[in-house]
């Protein structure tokens, strides 16, 4: 089981990325993902969930409106478009699958993480 996030990069403020998260070793589609950051000095945040099958998305009210997260199941994929971006947006970016738990933005409720992808974003 593995989980491969990437995309990030260095971009201006107002800028848009679009991150992914590729699977192997199991099939993608039949699990809830998150997207989490952790900017220096700071704890780990979930950003966004997509739940099992296409279901319910959930945003950390600060995206909500900029950042789309979907899944192409056939690709074993699932991204997070991320669209005007800020400075405060800047973190290392990671994916995992979902465990257990009611919610969403807790990291402990997750099972198997990708290695993390840097995004920055300057002003």
């Known amino acids: 089981v593995q989980l491969q996030a990437s995309g990030g990069g260095l971009v201006h403020a107002g800028e848009s990325l679009r991150l992914s998260c590729i699977a192997s070793g199991f099939n993608l589609g039949g699990n809830g993902i998150g997207w989490f950051r952790q900017a220096p000095g700071k704890e780990r945040e979930g950003v966004s969930c997509i739940s099992v099958s296409d279901g319910p998305t959930y945003y950390k009210d600060s995206v909500k409106g900029r950042f789309t997260i979907s899944r192409d199941n056939a690709k074993n994929t699932v991204y997070l478009e991320m669209s005007n971006l800020k400075p405060e947006d800047t973190a290392v970016y990671y994916c995992?699958?979902?465990?257990?738990?009611?919610?969403?933005?807790?990291?402990?409720?997750?099972?198997?993480w990708g290695q993390g992808t840097q995004v920055t974003v300057s002003s």
């Open positions: 995992a699958t979902f465990f257990s738990g009611s919610d969403y933005d807790v990291p402990g409720n997750y099972k198997y």
